[in-house]
């Protein structure tokens, strides 16, 4: 079982910076935290849920949705942590954000992350 908790959403006005972090506890017999590949998703209202920002697990490899590069950057602490660091944030990021996990999978599907937080909301005004 792998247990995900967001923090560090909130309210801010357009052109602010956020940081999220995604505490995780890994308790699946033989993996740690490193062996899986960590991404954030978001979803804004009556929207699908899209993928934002992935790191692989020994952070050799990061991808970035195109709306956000340049704005955003993904990194881990490598021990129980990934961050969302949101620069230039626009209204249009608002949305719940989702940090995920996959054992195996390293991409932008939602499908292929089996572990999910709850989220922490993002609201950016104008």
């Known amino acids: 079982q792998v247990q995900l908790v967001e923090s560090g959403g909130g309210l801010v006005q357009a052109g602010d910076s956020l940081r999220l972090s995604c505490a995780a506890s890994?308790?699946?017999?033989?993996?740690?935290?490193?062996?899986?590949?960590m991404a954030w998703f978001r979803q804004a209202p009556g929207k699908e849920r899209e993928f934002v920002a992935a790191?692989?697990?020994?952070?050799?490899?990061t991808s970035y949705a195109d709306s956000v590069k340049g704005r955003f950057t993904i990194s881990s602490d490598y021990d129980n942590t990934v961050y969302l660091q949101m620069n230039s944030l626009k209204p249009e990021d608002t949305a719940v954000y989702y940090c995920?996990?996959?054992?195996?999978?390293?991409?932008?599907?939602?499908?292929?992350?089996?572990?999910w937080g709850l989220g922490t909301q993002v609201t950016v005004s104008s």
């Open positions: 790191i692989s697990g020994f952070g050799v490899s």
């Open positions: 890994v308790s699946v017999p033989g993996r740690t935290f490193r062996t899986y590949n």
């Open positions: 995920a996990a996959a054992y195996l999978a390293f991409g932008s599907r939602s499908a292929e992350y089996e572990y």
